[in-house]
């Protein structure tokens, strides 16, 4: 069906719009939009929604996600919620939803006040207070009209189907008035999905029996791979002393992901310690890690001690330089992805 609308999501002063190419319809993109608000964390789609000049800003030129920009789906939203990877969109703005002749519905997501807003399509006159208020198209179209508005609430309490009945009983009345939807006090609270949050995960080998600050070093050199791994490929801008025309600082530009810099970094660093009873034990985290689409070097890295100090080599690099893998340390990842990996394992005692 070639319906066309937009999908709207608006947090503070700042609204991303995605085209909506085909069956833009209540029993379409409507109900797409109200299985969004059931289901999603709706701030973590925020942050996961990226034009591709957002795209080239978070990530290294060699790990920017390809293919073209995607309209609409909510297929691919709920897939970057579960996954944490950006959801890049083709950035419609504004424009569209303010034809009405051509945007036939619009559905705009208010995140701070948990609100629905339902937008009609084809009007020939102005609407006073539309957020999206223009001049009129040459052809006498003004923006789409706000019909009604929807409680999140409201639709946690009622059936999908039902709250779909409401948008086209609201299109078929054709009315000025604004209906709102509010929830019914006399029924349950419905809670919004769970917010997910994101740990870094560390498993350390308990074979070698370790002393305290021995496993502590292994440890905290496992926590810290992940950014040295990204101050390294970030490059340098090098900043002179103007005195001495020494070095006195080097600038390097970090790309973090929202998710870690949202939910880790602005968060409590939240952390889990596992232990392997032996390498190989440990070394069945990385398969584990492999099959869940991770890559070494990226998302999860292996430690390997000098053996300067208590340890004794188990391999040798081609150099000759003894190596003894001590643990394994991840990037923060989403607490259902570090769980399919350290529900194979216990907590370190």
């Known amino acids: 069906m070639s319906t066309r609308g937009s999908f709207i999501i ?20 409507g109900r797409d939009a109200v299985r969004l608000i059931k289901s999603l964390d709706l701030d973590r789609l925020f942050d996961l929604l990226m034009t591709e000049d957002d795209v080239f800003e978070f990530f290294p030129e060699d790990e920017i996600p390809g293919g073209e920009p995607h309209d609409f789906s909510l297929r691919l939203c709920m897939d970057a919620v579960r996954s944490g990877k950006p959801y890049v969109y ?10 009405s002749l051509t945007c036939e519905y619009g559905y ?6 948990r609100l629905l807003f339902f937008y009609i399509g084809d009007q020939k006159k102005r609407q006073r207070g539309n957020r999206y208020d223009c001049e009129p198209t040459r052809a006498g179209y003004y923006p789409c009209h706000l019909k009604a508005i929807f409680a999140f609430n409201y639709i946690r309490q009622n059936e999908t189907d039902e709250v779909v009945r409401q948008m086209y009983r609201v299109e078929k009345e054709n009315k000025d008035q604004l209906r709102n939807y509010v929830p019914d006090p006399a029924k349950a609270e419905i809670p919004a999905p769970k917010k997910q949050g994101v740990r870094q995960l ?8 370790m ?6 070093a292994q440890v905290s050199h496992a926590s810290m791979a992940f950014i040295a791994d990204m101050l390294r490929r970030g490059g340098a801008d090098e900043e002179l002393d103007m005195d001495t025309c020494e070095v006195a600082a080097y600038h390097v530009t970090v790309a973090l992901t929202p998710e870690i810099y949202n939910d880790w970094l602005n968060g409590i660093f939240t952390k889990t310690i596992c232990e392997a009873r032996n390498r190989n034990h440990l070394m069945k985290a990385v398969t584990l890690a492999e099959e869940l689409g991770l890559r070494e ?35 923060p990842l989403r607490d259902e992805i570090a ?11």
């Open 339 to 349: 769980h399919a990996i350290s529900r194979k394992y216990q907590l370190y005692r």
């Open 90 to 99: 083709q950035q419609m703005g504004k424009w569209f939803i303010q034809d």
């Open 211 to 216: 002393s305290p600050g021995k496993l502590a």
């Open 297 to 331: 070097g990226r998302d999860f890295f292996l430690i390997r001690d000098s053996c300067l100090t208590e340890l004794e080599p188990e391999e040798y690099d081609e150099n000759g330089v003894g190596r003894t893998l001590t643990c394994i340390g991840f990037r």
């Open 202 to 209: 560390i498993i350390a080998r308990k074979d070698l029996q």
């Open 10 to 29: 608006r947090r503070g002063d700042e609204a991303k719009e995605l085209y909506i190419s085909a069956d833009a319809y209540p029993d379409g993109a």
């Open 108 to 113: 705009e997501i208010i995140l701070d006040d």
